[in-house]
């Protein structure tokens, strides 16, 4: 079964600084896709940056940025130029290929961001 | 084009009884996820629904239910409620299953059992 890991519960930057949290996941599967989400405390989960596990090239969303090692498994997200808006908490989630046939999405324990004025 | 409405966005209950929680997805959408949020446990899954089929279930006890109607509007049912079902409940949606295509997610149910 595949699992995910957030090793750092909680973050802080100071505003307008880059941070970087960390995701790992574990699978014996070769094609997946990965997401980070992100959730306000108004809660709804809001899609921060996707990658497809079969592209080498790391995915870039306007400040967001992720480090998708495949070997290593690993999926770190980026944010460059911390903003107030940014804190939220963080969840990096794996979603099987779709010859798995599912939308379901396994997710990490989630990262706290707090972003210091 | 409205976004996933979950309804109702709290609750409380108490222990025994039963619960139905409803989820409208985005226009367009096929697939409906249900998660179970708590402090203690993180996000988890509970299932997923397809043109009213339910095509992956998650480990959860059958005291949680769900179905799907041909307009792919969602319920999931919890019966014989307990304590530590006291969660947050996220409904997702999306186009297909699985694949490249984000679920987008609702604002959730809130349910508290007394």
């Known amino acids: 079964a595949q699992t995910v890991t957030q090793s750092q519960p909680e973050m802080s930057v100071q505003e307008a600084e880059t941070v970087t949290l960390s995701c790992t996941y574990d699978t014996s599967e070769s094609d997946y896709y990965l997401f980070w989400y992100k959730q306000p405390p108004s809660r709804q989960m809001i899609l921060v940056i996707r990658?497809?596990?079969?592209?080498?090239q790391n995915a870039t969303e306007n400040r967001f940025s992720v480090n998708f090692q495949k070997a290593a498994k690993s999926f770190s997200l980026k944010i460059s130029d911390s903003q107030l808006g940014d804190a939220a908490m963080y969840f990096c989630a794996y979603r099987s290929s779709p010859r798995g046939n599912t939308g379901k999405l396994i997710f990490g324990q989630g990262t706290t961001l707090q972003v210091k004025p | 084009k409205a976004g996933v409405t979950q309804t109702p966005r709290y609750l409380i209950k108490t222990r025994g009884q039963q619960v139905t929680l409803s989820c409208s997805p985005i226009?367009?959408?096929?697939?409906v996820s249900w998660y179970q949020q708590t402090p203690g446990q993180g996000l988890q899954f509970l299932f997923e629904?397809?043109?009213?089929?339910?095509?992956n279930k998650g480990n959860f006890p059958g005291r949680f239910s769900g179905r799907q109607f041909s307009n792919s509007r969602s319920e999931m049912n919890v019966s014989t409620l307990e304590l530590g079902d006291s969660a947050l409940y996220l409904c997702?949606?999306?186009?297909?299953?699985?694949?490249?295509?984000?679920?987008?997610f609702g604002d959730g149910t809130r349910l508290s059992i007394l």
């Open positions: 990658q497809e596990a079969y592209k080498q």
């Open positions: 997702a949606s999306s186009p297909g299953t699985g694949g490249w295509e984000p679920q987008h």
């Open positions: 226009s367009g959408h096929r697939s």
């Open positions: 629904y397809f043109s009213e089929t339910q095509r």
